[in-house]
């Protein structure tokens, strides 16, 4: 009995200090960048320990649900179909595929917007015959990112990449982000100082993003490698800049978008519009994978 209860509480303590503390300490920014799937495993003894001995097993069975939600693997919600369809993925810079499977696959997508990251790719002709292979859109870049679009093309802006379209005759702002990895590897070498280093860094990120979406008029969209879980300061202050998350509005599952690590860290957030549909592709074309929304226009649109 005991040890149910003792593992219901560490999952409880794990979530609250991964969701408010979140990235202000060391040990926390550890906490919100663990694979989710281990407090789901961390469940397990305890609720075997209880069917044995058939003592606090309803304890045991509340700890791995609570634990299981905390991973997304409890997350469901109804989908519709949208009439914008955005796709964010991280290509790697096409080491994993070739021009043409890259920009068959995204073809097959018949997606609006595609917003592509690390999008500088290795080999010095990919870009051209992706570009090739990829007909009807429109490419705008900054650095190591891209977006395409067969939405007009109004205006644009190229820091961030901040692209200026046109939706149905209204203005939409899409901002396409990667933004930078905290280094919590690091801690295993002892550079502590690297990880608040490169932790601030990407609050800084953070901010120059929020002062975009402040300034930007209507309807805006956030799209990109973000590498933030679904947990934490960061992840909020996005998400009131922005607007909701399209998962976790319109998705099912935990929606892991860099599978290695079992981690949803690729995001699209939209003000004055609603998910209708999102769906974490299983591509294996990038460490990554692309997650696609379908939108809708707000009710009161």
Not at 1 to 11: D, E, S
Not at 47 to 64: D, E, K, N
Not at 271 to 295: C, F, I, K, M, N
Request: overall charge positive.
């Amino acid at each position: 009995m005991k040890l149910a209860w003792m593992t219901l509480l560490l999952v409880c303590l794990t979530w609250a200090l991964g969701e408010w503390p979140a990235e202000r300490t060391l040990l926390t920014l550890l906490l919100a960048y663990a694979p989710p799937l281990l407090w789901v495993l961390a469940t397990l003894p305890a609720l075997a320990w209880a069917l044995w001995r058939r003592r606090g097993r309803r304890v045991a069975l509340a700890a791995l649900l609570l634990a299981a939600w905390g991973a997304g693997l409890l997350h469901w919600t109804p989908q519709q179909t949208g009439t914008l369809r955005v796709m964010t993925f991280n290509v790697l810079g096409g080491a994993r595929t070739t021009p043409d499977e890259l920009a068959g696959y995204l073809r097959s997508l018949n997606a609006d917007v595609l917003l592509l990251q690390e999008s500088r790719f290795v080999q010095p002709e990919f870009r051209a015959a992706f570009l090739r292979a990829l007909p009807g859109y429109a490419v705008a870049e900054a650095g190591e990112v891209m977006t395409l679009t067969r939405l007009p093309l109004p205006g644009n802006r190229r820091e961030l990449l901040v692209t200026r379209l046109d939706w149905r005759g209204e203005p939409l702002t899409v901002l396409n982000a990667h933004l930078g990895t905290v280094q919590v590897s690091s801690v295993l070498t002892g550079d502590l100082a690297r990880v608040r280093r490169t932790r601030d860094a990407r609050a800084g990120q953070v901010e120059l993003l929020r002062a975009v979406a402040a300034g930007a008029p209507g309807r805006v969209l956030l799209g990109g490698d973000l590498n933030t879980p679904p947990r934490g300061q960061v992840y909020r202050d996005l998400r009131a800049a922005f607007g909701p998350d399209a998962h976790d509005l319109a998705g099912r599952g935990p929606g892991w978008t860099f599978p290695s690590l079992h981690l949803r860290i690729d995001h699209l957030m939209g003000r004055g519009l609603s998910p209708a549909r999102t769906q974490v592709l299983p591509w294996a074309l990038s460490d990554h994978r692309p997650l696609l929304a379908e939108y809708r226009r707000t009710p009161a649109d």
